[in-house]
Each structure stands twice: as C-alpha cells, then as structure tokens.
C-alpha cells in the first residue's frame, strides 16, 4: 500500500484559497488513481475530488466544483488540491487517499485541517 502525507493546511478567511498537497511514496504512483475526500465535526467522510493516474481525467463534488482544482506530478509523487473560492462549510480535515484500480481507495493519509473562517 501507498504512504501518504497531506500538507498544507490551515487557517483561512472566507473568499480565500489554500493548495493542499499529499506526497506518496511506497507504490507506482503513476498508475495510482488519487482521490482527496474530507470530513467535517459530526459528519460522515464525503468525496471531494479525483484524478486517473494519468492526469487525463478529474472528477469533482458538486459542492466544489468550478471552486476546487486537483492535479499531479506523477515525477514528483504529488498530488494537489487547490482550493479557492473558500466557505465557511469546507471546514473540515482533507484526506487524500489511493486506489491502484478504480474507486479502490485502499491507502489514505492522516489527514490536513482546513478552517475557514474570519
């Protein structure tokens, strides 16, 4: 299974933006399909966004979409998630995870916190 590290959380104001970064190692990354899901207090683990390994296709929530943008550099073992356009209701902690076939998504990381607000 993959090793996962998510950084790049933090504190921001509504409006704002926050590039959230997970860095694998452990697995052949390029043919991994990512994913990055979140969980806010009381609520249950929700998708928020996924990329094929090659890069060529993204899928979005519809709570993000047209606000949130996922990438990766599969020479560098990164995945991304950037994030603009931010509300108070996308506090949460942001996971990504990888699946080596599909919507498999057997490894995940520990998680980032994002809160926003002012």
């Known amino acids: 299974q993959a090793q996962l590290v998510e950084s790049g959380g933090g504190l921001v104001q509504p409006g704002g933006s926050l590039r959230l970064s997970c860095a694998a190692s452990?697995?052949?990354?390029?043919?991994?399909?990512m994913g990055w899901f979140r969980q806010a207090p009381g609520k249950e683990r929700e998708f928020v966004a996924y990329i094929t390994g090659s890069g060529a296709v993204t899928y979005f929530s519809h709570s993000v979409k047209g606000r949130f943008t996922i990438s990766r550099d599969n020479a560098k073992n990164t995945v991304w998630l950037q994030m603009d356009s931010l509300k108070p209701e996308d506090t949460a902690i942001y996971y990504c995870?990888?699946?080596?076939?599909?919507?498999?998504?057997?490894?995940w990381g520990q998680g980032t916190q994002v809160t926003v607000s002012s």
């Open positions: 452990g697995t052949t990354f390029n043919t991994d399909n």
């Open positions: 995870a990888a699946a080596a076939e599909g919507v498999d998504f057997t490894s």
